[in-house]
């Protein structure tokens, strides 16, 4: 989080020189004339930028929550598959099935979502989880019990199998490259428009600018950490995978 907050001071500080050189070689003080047009321009172009800049954050702020609340509901999963096994009563069973689960959390675990973060689909844990798969199809059993125990772990492999595939797809999802661009170069112009403001003060001048300066280098910091919720300082770690493994390990 540091390292965010430096590099936006930094940025701001880059801001307020551009903005000193400006000042003394364009003499934009000297431009107060035109300070209703590029006020009404301000105005206009500034309420269309700050809907951009909500809706871009909003966006990727969703979008990092719904990956981490699949993910951690994929985790909760595993260990209520493994509780659902144990009503089978067999325990050469349920030592497969926990091996089986706990192979699998152990390959997400020690990738830490890189596959993802990369962008590219991991195949080694999706040969694992269906090794999960072809622990409950050599389930044998010959009672009523047993067979209403293995429609509820059927369906809730089913289940499980939906939600995995839904936190892959939205971990590899990214905010359209157009967006980005539309995000980057209007706000571009707009600090422009601040640097070639005419103020008649010049330390307002620059504290306009550095201000802008260090809100802009702080959104587009969280826009590509958010964007990408694998890597950078907001990040989704395995740790509901290692959480679950301790409950199986402690609890069963």
Not at 31 to 41: E, H, N, R, T, Y
Not at 89 to 112: F, H, Q, S, T
Not at 177 to 185: D, G, N
Request: a neutral charge; aromatic letters at 14%.
């Amino acid at each position: 989080m540091k390292i965010v907050v430096i590099k936006s001071v930094l940025f701001a500080i880059f801001c307020a020189v551009v903005t000193y050189l400006v000042r003394s070689f364009l003499h934009t003080d000297l431009l107060l004339a035109d300070v209703g047009g590029l006020s009404a321009f301000v105005t206009v172009f500034g309420t269309l930028y700050g809907i951009m800049t909500a809706f871009v954050v909003f966006e990727v702020w969703s979008q990092y929550n719904e990956t981490k609340r699949l993910t951690e509901k994929e985790a909760q999963g595993l260990e209520r598959l493994f509780r659902l096994t144990l009503y089978f009563r067999d325990e050469p069973l349920n030592k497969k099935m926990k091996a089986a689960i706990k192979k699998y959390a152990d390959i997400v675990i020690k990738g830490k979502f890189k596959n993802a973060g990369s962008g590219i689909r991991g195949t080694e844990s999706a040969k694992v989880f269906r090794e999960i798969s072809e622990v409950i199809r050599d389930i044998k059993f010959d009672d009523d019990h047993d067979a209403l125990v293995f429609s509820q772990v059927l369906e809730h492999y089913g289940q499980l199998s939906l939600i995995r595939t839904e936190r892959i797809d939205q971990a590899l999802t990214r905010l359209p490259t157009l967006l980005k661009v539309f995000l980057y170069s209007s706000s571009f112009f707009a600090l422009v428009t601040f640097v070639i403001m005419p103020f008649s003060n010049p330390l307002y001048n620059f504290w306009s600018v550095a201000v802008v300066g260090f809100i802009q280098a702080m959104i587009f910091q969280l826009v590509e950490d958010l964007d990408n919720p694998f890597v950078g300082h907001w990040n989704i770690t395995p740790e509901p995978f290692e959480r679950a493994l301790r409950h199986m390990e402690e609890d069963y």
